[in-house]
């Protein structure tokens, strides 16, 4: 119980998208609005409970105005 099913540089670069998120003064609801998906869509995303695949981070670096790199580094 409490184990994570998700490597260290997975935690890591959740953490990275809640974070990019946070400093571009978006809720996850004004998110989803933007990307045109439910509010709970990105909750999961952040929470790990979805995995992002590599077409989505790209939407969410573009709506974070952060390149890709900076959620894989």
Do not use: H, N
Not at 34 to 61: M, N, T, W
């Amino acid at each position: 119980m409490g184990r994570s099913v998700y490597s260290r540089r997975y935690q890591e670069f959740l953490l990275r998208l809640r974070s990019a998120r946070k400093e571009a003064g978006l809720t996850q609801k004004e998110v989803a609005l933007r990307l045109g998906v439910p509010q709970s869509y990105v909750s999961k995303c952040e929470s790990g409970e979805r995995r992002v695949d590599v077409i989505e981070l790209v939407e969410f670096a573009g709506l974070y105005e952060r390149p890709v790199e900076y959620f894989i580094s």
